[in-house]
């Protein structure tokens, strides 16, 4: 299957300060690619879906402000968390989707995730 | 009402048995269904998908969909101790957003 990775895989931080997660699509073109977050022993939940070359699409309840979502090209989409707290510390996973089967179906192929504490 | 429901488990099964996990959700207009293992601390893998009404079988895995009744199922047979892990339904909707249920544990023993 394709291959999506993140950088990093793990970031601290202390509170207050930005961090930002990359998100490529290493051997297929993703116009859309999606950012979760899942907290211990939850799902993950949608936050947003970033486009390329357009704004990204923020989930209810996500503040778009906070979670600023960049997708400059077909192969990378980049989250930053601004002026982290310890309450965002969390799991943050992006997804890109392909084209699968010729049946108009689209598989969502994620990356390893980056774990991020904020002390 | 959640988008949609998994019981969280924990499923026990002993191994070589086979394991039988379901999924409801809510939206008729969900287009397509997947079932993502996911270990702790890693990235959900996806073991298959589904987007017709009956069964998808891929090697050890069958997924069953049943539209009508909004269920989803996904049956391990010869279960290993390495399918261990939290398994996850996922739907697609519009604008190809997916949308997860809280998952499921599969604990096989040895």
Known sequence: GAVVSQHPSWVICKSGTSVKIECRSLDFQATTMFWYRQFPKQSLMLMATSNEGSKATYEQGVEKDKFLINHASLTLSTLTVTSAHPEDSSFYICSARDLVGGQGTYEQYFGPGTRLTVT | ?110
């Open chain 2, 1 to 110: 009402q959640k988008e949609v429901e998994q019981n969280s488990g924990p499923l026990s099964v002993p191994e070589g048995a086979i394991a039988s996990l379901n999924c409801t959700y809510s939206d008729r207009g969900s287009q397509s269904f997947f079932w993502y293992r996911q270990y702790s601390g890693k990235s959900p893998e996806l073991i298959m998908f589904i987007y017709s009404n009956g069964d998808k079988e891929d090697g050890r895995f069958t997924a069953q969909l049943n539209k009508a009744s909004q269920y989803v199922s996904l049956l391990i047979r010869d279960s290993q101790p390495s399918d261990s892990a939290t398994y996850l339904c996922a739907v697609r909707r519009v604008f190809n957003k997916f949308y997860f249920g809280s998952g499921t544990k599969l604990n096989v023993k040895p």
